[in-house]
């Protein structure tokens, strides 16, 4: 009996297993809890990229809705979102603070933005990623919306389409509008 026991247990482990990733795969990865929601955003003071004058803080986010976007110029899912965001600054829809995230070339960022247009009222380096991993950022592009308190009130994984902007993000910040 202790015989058929040692066969049975490769199977028992590979069943256990096989659940595990079953309900794994039903998970949407965009729907990451993030720690940060429906808190203070974390106190940073990010130089400016280069070629900018002025850098972005946490201080900037205080008194508006406002959302703050995670992009790298290296980022082929930033360069999806970039004219969608184009267009959220055209319209003056909302602030966009941008944080560009783990350059490796100087300049980099400051030529992706003159190539592709500028959406961000104001753009920090955050080249070590310190501020990123504050924010729980696993990838770029990622956006956060933030309240006129500077609270955290949503985060959003992957690009933003007009799609996503209308039906999920765009009713929140009308709502935290209104607060």
């Not at 049975?8 to 482990?13: F, M, V």
């Not at 900018?52 to 205080?62: H, I, Y």
């Not at 920090?124 to 924010?135: K, L, N, P, Q």
Request: glycine share 8%.
């Amino acid at each position: 009996m202790s015989k058929r026991l040692i066969y049975l247990l490769p199977l028992g482990i590979f069943l256990i297993l096989a659940v595990y990733f079953a309900v794994g795969l039903t998970k949407d990865p965009r729907k990451l809890p993030s720690t940060l929601i429906n808190r203070e955003v974390p106190a940073f003071d990010l130089p400016a990229i280069q070629g900018f004058d002025r850098g972005f803080s946490s201080q900037d986010l205080m008194g508006q809705v406002t959302l703050v976007n995670i992009f790298g110029s290296w980022c082929v899912a930033c360069l999806a979102e970039h004219p969608f965001l184009m267009e959220l600054k055209k319209n003056n829809v909302i602030p966009i603070y941008g944080i560009d995230w783990r350059e490796k070339t100087d300049g980099a960022a400051t030529q992706w933005l003159e190539r592709h247009g500028n959406p961000y009222t104001l753009v920090g380096d955050d080249r070590d990623s310190r501020v990123s991993i504050d924010f729980g950022v696993t990838g770029a592009p990622e956006s956060f919306i933030v309240d006129k308190k500077g609270i955290v009130r949503y985060k959003h994984i992957g690009p933003i389409y007009p799609e996503t902007w209308r039906d999920t993000l765009f009713p929140i910040v009308e709502e935290l509008r209104k607060e």
